[in-house]
């Protein structure tokens, strides 16, 4: 198994935060990262995601933060 730098991660402190305009897409990334943390799972990462209730555009926001799964 190759290990690579990016993945020793020792703490991650920003948030990067994705909008969008349409439910239905917002809806599909929630799905998609579901799938991303499986493929994580291995190196002992996931990806913790948190809703935003918003009500400027866009509407439709999610918090995304990489943490170390237990």
């Known amino acids: 198994m190759r290990v690579y730098d990016f993945i020793n991660l020792s703490n ?3 948030l990067l935060e ?4 349409d439910s239905y897409d917002c809806d599909e990334f929630k799905e ?7 493929l994580l799972k291995k190196y002992g990462l996931k990806l913790e ?3 935003i209730d918003a ?3 866009p509407e439709y926001r999610w918090s995304v933060k990489m943490e170390r799964s237990e």
Request: charged share 20%.
């Open 12 to 14: 991650v402190k920003h």
């Open 32 to 38: 998609r990262i579901d799938i991303i943390n499986i």
């Open 49 to 51: 995601t948190t809703f």
């Open 55 to 57: 009500n400027t555009e």
């Open 18 to 21: 994705i909008g969008f305009n």
